[in-house]
């Protein structure tokens, strides 16, 4: 959709999340063109032809000094009181930008954020593509490196904060938010590569995994619900599970009875994923973050076609803030290590 601006030209008309990170990108550019001395830099790499500098352009920006101290310029001043002006208004409006909504379904910092902001910039502006390989100081590795992301918003690289941050057990890659990439350098050296799918829910598209699509089915609803299961499973704590004969009239009537309470069903069904020889740990893994961002319930089966060392991994979709039912064809399996559900 488009209008037109005060010059009589067209302007594109962006939802309220886009702007946030428009603003954010032009922030994190602006940024760089003060950390890296001279605007002539940037002007030199956005007007490289093809999708690396060259080896000429390279020589030409290399003598300069690379990511100096730096002050906000007014222009970053401007733009962080409209990122804080868009904040506002939707506050306003009460629809919390999709940013907001990240931070609250995963329990992210605000260090994480801004760290997750700078791998989104590689994702979303081809400006950053060319800028990421300069100061990488090698041009097929165009996502920011952990240094990077440290120097653009002040952080101690050797700080706890960061480290944590950044580590295996930090919040970005606990919740499958992205990934670090060029594993064989050293820790600073490494990139942080953001995923499509929290790209695309950061700029108000939100949608299931790609990796998902061919493994969840959208069953028709059963004219009835299992008595007591909806309201049992939107409790936080214990999964529920359901045994039955039938699978797929058994997913029909869990995904009603989830429904009935207000929550939509992602059915994980397993018969795809084995038919497909699917890795439903690492999907697993990716279904509780969908769930979680687009706020739906989760149903898996039926779990019999699972392997002993699989089923050990359903604890991946425990205690992760959504309803979670499980159905199979025999009796709930007994599995000490993973949370004894509710049984219907």
């Known amino acids: 959709m488009s209008t037109m601006d005060a010059s009589g030209s067209p302007a594109e008309v962006y939802s309220i999340d886009r702007r946030y990170l428009l603003a954010q990108m032009e922030l994190i550019f602006d940024i760089l063109s003060a950390a890296l001395?001279?605007?002539?830099?940037?002007?030199?790499?956005?007007?490289?032809g093809g999708p690396y500098i060259t080896a000429e352009k390279a020589k030409a920006i290399a003598a300069t000094e690379r990511m100096r101290s730096y002050s906000l310029t007014a222009r970053s001043e401007e733009l962080i009181r409209q990122s804080q002006q868009i904040e506002a208004e939707a506050q306003l409006a009460g629809t919390p930008l999709a940013i907001e909504r990240l931070a609250l379904a995963t329990g992210m910092s605000e260090t994480e954020l801004e760290i997750v902001l700078v791998g989104v910039a590689a994702e979303l502006d081809d400006r950053f593509e060319r800028i990421f390989g300069y100061l990488n100081d090698n041009l097929h590795?165009?996502?920011?490196?952990?240094?990077?992301?440290?120097?653009?918003?002040?952080?101690?690289?050797?700080?706890?904060?960061?480290?944590?941050?950044?580590?295996?057990?930090?919040?970005?890659?606990?919740?499958?938010?992205?990934?670090?990439?060029?594993?064989?350098?050293?820790?600073?050296?490494?990139?942080?590569?953001?995923?499509?799918?929290v790209v695309n829910f950061l700029l108000g598209n939100p949608a299931i995994d790609a990796d998902l699509v061919g493994v969840l089915?959208?069953?028709?609803?059963?004219?009835?619900?299992?008595?007591g299961l909806g309201a049992a499973a939107a409790k936080?704590?214990?999964?529920?599970?359901?045994?039955?004969?039938?699978?797929?009239?058994?997913?029909?009537?869990?995904?009603?009875?989830?429904?009935?309470?207000?929550?939509?069903?992602?059915?994980?069904?397993?018969?795809k994923a084995v038919a497909k020889r699917t890795d439903v740990v690492r999907q697993f893994d990716l279904l509780a973050r969908d769930a979680r961002l687009l706020g739906a319930a989760v149903v898996?089966?039926?779990?019999?076609?699972?392997?002993?060392?699989?089923?050990?991994?359903?604890?991946?979709?425990?205690?992760?803030g959504f309803p979670l039912v499980l159905f199979g064809m025999k009796e709930w399996p007994s599995l000490g290590y993973l949370m004894d559900p509710l049984l219907f």
Request: with cysteine; charged share 20%.
């Open 236 to 271: 936080a704590g214990a999964p529920c599970y359901v045994q039955g004969s039938d699978p797929g009239r058994v997913a029909s009537q869990i995904c009603k009875s989830l429904v009935d309470v207000s929550w939509t069903p992602f059915f994980y069904d397993l018969r």
């Open 37 to 48: 001395g001279t605007d002539s830099n940037l002007v030199d790499l956005e007007q490289a």
């Open 217 to 227: 089915s959208e069953p028709e609803l059963s004219a009835t619900a299992i008595e």
């Open 300 to 320: 898996v089966g039926p779990i019999d076609l699972l392997g002993s060392e699989d089923i050990a991994h359903l604890d991946k979709l425990l205690d992760r």
């Open 141 to 197: 590795h165009n996502y920011p490196s952990l240094a990077l992301v440290a120097k653009l918003w002040g952080y101690d690289p050797i700080s706890a904060e960061f480290r944590q941050a950044l580590s295996s057990h930090g919040t970005i890659f606990q919740h499958h938010l992205g990934e670090i990439v060029w594993e064989d350098q050293p820790f600073l050296s490494r990139g942080l590569k953001i995923y499509d799918a």
